[in-house]
């Protein structure tokens, strides 16, 4: 119970909570292991329970009316999914895959409502988690309106960024940045510009490359340059 709980205070909507409230949240809600490549939810499933990731990668995609696979979203260890079916009841909008070996905390959609009742600092932390995602969101379809390759790649790397680097006085290293299908399907382009347009980043100096690792050199000028 002790790892877990430790785990999960790196998670946003819980940082504020207690240890005595943490130690509920362990004792209610369950651990499940998916093996890579294992789908963690399927699409327009119902479903009503809260899934965080406390080891491992996932993958949150969509599928087009031609059965065409688009990957929206790259998960990482202490993110939460699932929680939109969880207050609307409706279906899953998502499919999410395991990226690799997987371990996942799921709440049942009574035991977080009565979270909710008895943890208010939950509620609070909860709202600035789903505001944060709608101005990611927001920042998303605008980098896709543009016209520019660059600025819509520019976009995928600092959402990417955000979500899974590690921050060094203004530079960020992505150790395990997605393959390049992946990052074509984020910024709705092709691979072959997508490993154009690193390539030009890394000679111009605002990338460096080393196989799937990538360091934003400026991060602050990176996004200057490219997100208005």
Request: no cysteine; hydrophobic share 40%.
């Amino acid at each position: 119970m002790e790892t877990l709980k430790e785990l999960l205070k790196y998670v946003s909507i819980f940082s504020e909570l207690k240890d005595e409230e943490l130690e509920h949240i362990v004792k209610t809600g369950k651990e499940k292991f998916y093996r890579k490549d294992s789908v963690i939810l399927f699409e327009h499933e119902s479903s009503s329970t809260l899934l965080i990731l406390i080891k491992g990668k996932a993958k949150i995609s969509h599928f087009s009316e031609d059965n065409k696979k688009i990957t929206s979203s790259i998960l990482s260890e202490s993110d939460i999914f699932g929680e939109m079916s969880l207050f609307t009841g409706s279906a899953r909008s998502s499919h999410v895959t395991a990226e690799e070996n997987t371990r996942a905390f799921l709440i049942k959609r009574e035991d977080f409502i009565e979270y909710l009742h008895n943890f208010p600092e939950l509620a609070i932390t909860l709202l600035q988690e789903m505001t944060k995602r709608i101005r990611a969101a927001d920042i998303k379809i605008k980098s896709l309106a543009l016209k520019n390759a660059e600025g819509k790649i520019a976009a995928v790397l600092l959402q990417i960024a955000d979500e899974i680097g590690k921050i060094k006085h203004d530079t960020i290293e992505i150790e395990k940045l997605p393959v390049q299908h992946d990052l074509a399907s984020l910024a709705g382009t092709s691979r072959e510009t997508i490993s154009r347009t690193l390539h030009s980043f890394a000679k111009r100096g605002f990338v460096e490359l080393d196989r799937n690792k990538l360091k934003i050199i400026d991060y602050k000028a990176f996004k200057e340059a490219f997100i208005q």
